[in-house]
């Protein structure tokens, strides 16, 4: 092929991959560009097991950092999720919400496995000692400050989630505050690629 | 009519026009998006002990005009941009569709938070000529 012939092929290549990221459907989530790979981890799972991040490629993963004491963030956006889950239907089984927690003191995977049940039985949480979650929060530009109350303390944490696709790469952030609607509009879209 | 009193009413008449024109001419947009880059050398800049602010605490933005917020890392380390972070080269675009406060934990800035603040498209008059005279602030500081 002449070198003419391959720079033709290469900016017709390029202009059609441009040309696709145009048309592709908006998120109303954040969006980063490029995506980078999701850091892969290692915690307990309150499913009983280990849980690694890697272990759901092939699914559109939700992960968030909270606690179970958490008295507005987490259960809004858990209960967000959940709704997010039904309004997808069976689409939904390629969808696995993964919750890590910021509070290393309380929240075993026992715990862990009670509370996000409560929201949906396919929700994982992942607990940790203090290192390993704060190495986690770093890899993922996490925030979360202990602020004490008398004889107990509360956490202030990121309060968005990532969207991870199915090859395992972060897409996108969704801020805390947005409805389930939004959620479902832009894992149906991540469920499609 | 003097000269003088002819002065004057040109001069009152071209202020209502102006006024007119400000509360009721369209407002376009050529762009979005509200961008922030982080330079090149802004992390070594650091090191060295220079105090570098790149987002504000508080963000305006509007609806329909400029909703779309738009993070760039341009150095080459990554680094927490506003809410999240970025790695080298990488460019965050968050769009906003309904006008509110938004919370972000951040921190880059000493209180810990960044707001957004994301106002209704200016509809009225009155709306528009606070946008208008609040743009013109804005370039000339």
């Known amino acids: 092929m002449s070198c003419r012939a391959l720079t033709a092929l290469i900016t017709s290549l390029l202009l059609t991959a441009s040309a696709a990221a145009n048309d592709a459907p908006a998120l109303k989530a954040g969006v980063f560009s490029p995506a980078r790979q999701a850091p892969d981890f290692s915690l307990q799972g309150s499913d009983g097991r280990e849980l690694k991040l890697s272990r759901y490629r092939g699914k559109v993963v939700v992960v968030g950092f909270g606690f179970t004491s958490c008295p507005d963030v987490c259960p809004t956006t858990l209960a967000t999720l959940a709704a997010a889950r039904r309004e997808l239907g069976a689409a939904a089984a390629d969808v696995q919400v993964v919750y890590v927690t910021v509070d290393y003191e309380r929240d075993v995977p026992e715990r862990m496995k009670k509370y996000l049940s409560a929201f949906d039985t396919t929700f994982v949480g992942g607990s940790g000692s203090a290192a390993q979650l704060a190495a986690v929060r770093k890899d993922y530009g996490i925030s979360a400050e202990k602020k004490q109350y008398g004889d107990s303390y509360t956490y202030a944490h990121s309060s968005f989630t990532y969207l991870i696709d199915r090859g395992g790469r972060i897409r996108a952030l969704m801020p805390y505050g947005h409805s389930p609607d939004d959620y479902a509009h832009d894992l149906a879209i991540l469920l499609k690629e | 009519m003097r000269p003088r ?137």
């Open chain 2, 5 to 141: 009193t002819l002065v004057l009413a040109v001069l009152a008449g071209g202020g209502v026009a102006a006024l007119m024109w400000t509360g009721f001419a369209p407002i376009t947009s050529p762009s979005r998006d509200e961008l922030f880059e982080i330079p090149k050398g802004t992390w070594a800049r650091r090191m060295s002990g220079d105090k570098v602010d790149i987002l504000p605490n508080r963000i305006r933005l509007t609806l329909g005009l400029r909703d779309t917020l738009v993070l760039r890392n341009l150095d080459d380390v990554p680094q927490i941009f506003g809410p999240t972070l970025m790695m080298p080269g990488q460019s965050f675009r968050l769009p906003f569709e309904k006008a509110s406060e938004y919370q972000f934990a951040c921190t880059a800035h000493a209180s810990g938070q960044m707001t957004i603040v994301v106002e209704p498209n200016p509809a009225t008059p009155w709306a528009k000529i606070r946008w208008r005279v609040r743009g013109l602030i804005h370039n000339i500081g």
